[in-house]
């Protein structure tokens, strides 16, 4: 017979549940004990869309503000504060109320996108920026742009803009049949004129109008001393010497029209330089020489500072001299681009014309409609 156990007895120790391995060692940690790092193939392809993508915002974005600015400047114009000024400064809120609101909801859009591909966003800006580079006719832009820049640019700008019109309104006077036998007779001086051009960075057809504007293509020696293409007289020494450097002894004639063309590309950059690369002052300098001081002595006699100031106290033929200059220098970009003279008047030539730009200019002396002396 079994006896009972005494109560004295401890009971039973029970046995602790069993933890799993993972509870053991406490909290699990990330495997390998640190974050997985992107793959660089993965860094370098997020850089590369995000790049395209920003770079696609700016390109519309910039666009839209100065088309948007170009037109409302335009369309606003004047000084009436109730019919000018307010409904132009209306149109600024209202442009940054569409462009804060296009930006929120492009953030939202985006994220949506992103869910979906990480290609999406930069795919469909890209997209964009290449579907208004297409369609939006050139003319168009080139007119906003104007409007644009002469916003920005304020009195100083639209000087430059009436000075350009002078150019295109004598090229328009210019008579066309007689145009054509001067670009004729300029053919047989083309290769020295371009080499002239290249040794000193002036504008092809530039120095091509120079030379049409001092001989017609006639070099001869003139009343006034003048000699060849470029009717060359006093030279300022240094650029003769700087000249003479490039040539023999034997080939240093002033009616030879290689040195003649080296001579007048160097003498006309000389100018050029001493007015600030101010192109109409340039011309006009050349065209004075060094006679009475020189323009710089002439300018400063009378308080003027650029060519609209200094026109008023200047003969007709040096005043007009730059814009002659110009004329026949844009006369033979069309001639060299569309193979013939186009008649300012007809049509949409006179636009056509202005997308070319004026020989020496930098882009942004072209006007709304359009779109380097002796």
């Known amino acids: 017979m079994v006896q009972p156990q005494s109560s004295s007895q401890p009971p039973p120790k029970r046995r602790a549940p069993r933890r799993s391995k993972s509870s053991q060692a406490g909290p699990r940690k990330k495997q390998g004990g640190k974050a ?101 006719p050139p003319a168009h832009f080139s007119r906003a742009f104007g409007y644009y820049r002469t916003l920005v640019g304020g009195k100083h700008e639209a000087g430059r803009v009436t000075l350009a019109h002078q150019v295109y309104a004598a090229y328009r006077r210019l008579d066309n049949v007689q145009l054509e036998r001067m670009i004729g007779r300029a053919e047989q001086y083309a290769k020295p004129i371009e080499e002239a051009a290249a040794a000193y960075s002036v504008d092809l057809d530039l120095l091509k109008g120079l030379a049409a504007t001092e001989s017609s293509y006639l070099p001869r020696k003139s009343a006034d001393g003048g000699y060849g293409l470029f009717q060359i007289t006093q030279v300022p020494d240094r650029v003769t010497e700087a000249v003479n450097r490039l040539f023999p002894a034997d080939s240093r004639v002033l009616t030879d029209p290689r040195y003649n063309a080296f001579l007048g590309a160097a003498t006309f950059r000389h100018y050029l330089a001493e007015m600030n690369n101010d192109l109409f002052l340039g011309l006009l300098a050349y065209n004075i020489g060094p006679a009475n001081g020189g323009l710089r002595f002439i300018m400063q006699q009378y308080g003027a500072t650029d060519f609209i100031t200094i026109q008023p106290y200047l003969l007709q033929l040096p005043r007009d001299y730059p814009i002659r200059v110009l004329s026949y220098s844009l006369a033979f970009r069309i001639h060299r681009q569309e193979g013939r003279l186009l008649a300012y008047e007809e049509g949409r030539n006179a636009l056509h014309i202005q997308g070319m730009g004026i020989p020496g200019l930098a882009y942004d002396w072209r006007p709304e409609g359009g779109k380097s002396g002796k």
């Open 36 to 136: 997985k790092k992107k793959p660089q193939g993965n860094l370098l392809r997020d850089f590369t869309l995000i790049s395209l993508e920003w770079a696609g915002l700016s390109a519309v974005g910039m666009a839209a503000i100065i088309v948007l600015l170009g037109h409302f400047a335009n369309r606003f114009s004047g000084t009436d504060l109730v019919g000018n000024l307010l409904p132009f400064a209306g149109g600024i809120l209202g442009l940054i109320i569409l462009a804060t609101a296009l930006l929120i909801g492009w953030s939202k859009l985006r994220k949506w996108m992103l869910c979906r591909s990480p290609l999406f966003p930069s795919a469909i800006i890209v997209g964009l920026a290449l579907l208004v580079g297409c369609f939006v």
